[in-house]
């Protein structure tokens, strides 16, 4: 299968202090890194997802490749594209292959719209003047199983369920070749969920879509990825085959927090590996191995090297002195 997406070394910094209070403290670097180094590719057809805690820069590094967030380093290419050298028409010609689903179903819809204007607003922005837009947001609903009705209902009248539809409605209007869909189960009861599930796992065999979705819960992992990263302060930890990160995890993060998911069996036994401590401040990053202030294998190698990169016969790809 041939790459949609190749993320090469990504960097995005924000920064922490203004001019003057960085002139007068000393500072020579007043920002702070986001995402640091990554790199990873989507393929054609492909779900790849994102897991790591609140905060790890999931939603930045997703943000940083839809265009919105500004790329300090490094390169995303789109196809033959490099999105950094993209001009404002390039730049409007990427924005129409690739689609964003926010993490709030409801919020992200403006209350001031009914549906039929929510999922029609791509054409207008992008300036499609001859599109019959009423006809368009039909054979939308009708893709994400709502009745054509709803055209004229308003954010306020639809439940979570029914807003996240709407949603990968919008999404689609413009026939995408990516959709980045950030938490697209959040907030929603479990059977509604595993209906969103359903429905972004027939609309990708249906229309050939490549997936990128960002997700604290890993059984939403299991049920929709090819492969899989794991992120931890702004940085990829783990990346591989989704089966292969579920039965042979072996960086002590992701076995953390797979130990942590939650198991329907209440007789099930699990061995759950509790980590100690908060989680580092950005603007304090720990030296050597970043997360060797939680790992309960670190050792003295590990609080003075950065761990270097292993990598086994099958591309899993492993950030750790001791991998497990």
Not at 66 to 91: P, T
């Amino acid at each position: 299968m041939s790459r949609v997406l190749s993320v090469k070394n990504l960097r995005v910094r924000f920064r922490a202090q203004g001019t003057l209070q960085a002139l007068l403290s000393g500072n020579r670097d007043p920002f702070i890194d986001a995402v640091r180094d990554v790199s990873f590719d989507i393929r054609e057809g492909e779900t790849f997802t994102l897991v790591g805690e609140s905060g790890s820069g999931k939603s930045t590094l997703a943000m940083a490749i839809a265009g919105i967030h500004k790329i300090a380093h490094g390169s995303v290419h789109f196809g033959d594209s490099n999105i950094s050298e993209l001009d404002n028409n390039g730049m409007q010609t990427y924005r129409k292959q690739i689609s964003y689903m926010w993490q709030n179903p409801t919020g992200s819809l403006s209350p001031r719209l009914s549906v039929g204007s929510l999922i029609t607003e791509p054409f207008k922005i992008h300036g499609l003047k001859q599109t019959d837009l009423r006809a368009e947001a039909h054979r939308l609903l009708n893709m994400v199983g709502l009745p054509t009705d709803y055209t004229d209902r308003y954010p306020h009248q639809l439940s979570g369920g029914q807003a996240r539809r709407v949603g990968v409605a919008r999404a689609l209007a413009l026939q995408p070749k990516l959709i980045i869909a950030d938490e697209p189960t959040a907030g929603l009861d479990v059977s509604v969920q595993g209906e969103i599930l359903n429905l972004l796992n027939k609309l990708q065999d249906d229309l050939g879509l490549s997936m990128f979705v960002i997700t604290h819960n890993l059984n939403i992992v299991r049920h929709i990825s090819n492969r899989t990263a794991i992120m931890y302060l702004g940085r990829f930890v783990e990346v591989g085959d989704t089966d292969d990160i579920f039965a042979e995890a072996r960086h002590p993060y992701t076995l953390a927090l797979l130990s942590a998911n939650p198991e329907a069996d209440p007789d099930a036994k699990i061995n759950r590996i509790e980590l100690q401590g908060e989680v580092p401040s950005l603007m304090q990053r720990p030296t050597g191995c970043e997360f060797h202030t939680r790992c309960p294998v670190a050792g003295k190698r590990c609080k003075l090297d950065f761990p270097p990169d292993v990598i086994n016969d099958r591309q899993h790809w492993i950030s750790c002195h001791y991998p497990q």
